[in-house]
Nanobody
Framework: QVRLVESGGGLVQAGGSLRLSCTAS????????MGWFRQAPGKEREFVSA????????DYADSVKGRFIISRDNAANTAYLEMNSLKPEDTADYYC?????????????WGQGAQVTVSS
């Protein structure tokens, strides 16, 4: 059974930083792309970022480009989302996903979500 567990969410002031982690188990981590999505209250879930199996290909939503950095450590079965210069509009539940990326990311398995709150 594939399982994704996020950690690292919390409350931060505007301009601050947080790093989310997503640790996967149940299948070979390096065979799959990893992605991050977010869902703010009352809004639809939206794409944030994705990284292919090798880390060679990375995509970002325009809203986070230049502020967020996605990475992965295949030896640790973990993907990361470093979030910098956070804004109140970044407040959301953040979900990691595992899937394919050819060329766009398609999620297959979801994590349980991590809450991120950015205060003004």
């Amino acid at each position: 059974q594939v399982r994704l567990v996020e950690s690292g969410g919390g409350l931060v002031q505007a301009g601050g930083s947080l790093r989310l982690s997503c640790t996967a188990s149940g299948r070979t981590f390096s065979d799959y792309a990893m992605g991050w999505f977010r869902q703010a209250p009352g809004k639809e879930r939206e794409f944030v970022s994705a990284i292919n199996w090798s880390g060679y290909r990375i995509d970002y939503a325009d809203s986070v480009k230049g502020r967020f950095i996605i990475s992965r450590d295949n030896a640790a079965n973990t993907a990361y989302l470093e979030m910098n210069s956070l804004k109140p509009e970044d407040t959301a539940d953040y979900y990691c996903a595992q899937g394919t990326m050819s060329p766009t990311f398609r999620p297959q398995v979801w994590g349980q979500g991590a809450q991120v709150t950015v205060s003004s």
